[in-house]
């Protein structure tokens, strides 16, 4: 018998999602959870079944298993609020991988993460918990990748980078070998990193490395 999963958010992170949980043959989608204003969506005969004040109830009901199918941009703070929120009430947060990824046997992969299509995750890497590897996205040998990160689409992750928890990494990126991407950053769309990121920075580079502004602090 499948598990049967509820997922948080009904936009396109948590429709891109869909695919690769039908394809595991494992869960049985519930439905959405999401406010109060989309409680008639539906999407491929999957509705809105309640917001995360039903989470308990539901649980209650024997639905033990959530993905938070929330992005991360702007939202970084709503997903680690779930995040907490699912796991007090002790719901399981499985990896959902899309069919289409390519893993290597010795690539580890945390609770909640989410990996397109298309993506490559190489030998050696760790991803951590609740963060994305976005479609076509490609992280490289003895990468690692911190919790609640995400790592746009078509971003290229050479190998041994470390990306700190919670950063975001934009479409088209490049970050070479060995680089460190402190926490809470942002690396712009089709940046090219060839140097050290610190910690709550915004970096955009097209041609030459460029800071452009310090975007303070911040955390879980």
Do not use: W
């Not at 494992?26 to 539906?42: P, Q, R």
């Not at 990748?145 to 700190?164: A, K, P």
């Not at 991407?181 to 060839?194: K, L, P």
């Amino acid at each position: 018998m499948k598990k049967k999963i509820v997922l948080l958010g009904s936009g396109g992170h948590a429709r891109s999602a869909i695919d690769a949980i039908e394809a595991s043959d494992i869960y049985e989608i519930a439905g959405f959870i999401d406010c109060e204003e989309k409680k008639n969506a539906v999407y491929r005969g999957y509705k809105v079944i309640g917001d995360d004040r039903d989470l308990q109830s539901l649980y209650d009901s024997g639905i033990h298993h959530a993905f938070i199918g929330i992005g991360y941009l702007g939202r970084g703070e709503i997903r680690s609020r779930l995040y907490r929120k699912l796991k007090k009430i002790g719901f399981e947060m499985p990896a959902v991988v899309d069919p289409t990824a390519v893993l290597a046997k010795d690539a580890r992969v945390g609770e909640g993460t989410f990996i397109g299509k298309t993506a490559v995750i190489n030998s050696g890497a760790f991803i951590g918990k609740m963060t994305v590897i976005n479609t076509a996205a490609v992280v490289e040998h003895d990468c690692r990748i911190g919790d609640f990160c995400h790592i746009s689409v078509n971003s290229t992750l050479c190998g041994g980078v470390f990306v700190e928890d919670r950063s975001f990494v934009g479409a088209g990126a490049v970050i070479i070998q060995g680089i460190t991407v402190g926490e809470n950053s942002v690396i712009g769309a089709g940046s090219i990193v060839a140097k050290n990121v610190g910690s709550s920075v915004r970096f955009r580079n097209r041609i030459t490395s460029e800071i452009i502004h310090n975007i303070g602090g911040g955390g879980n």
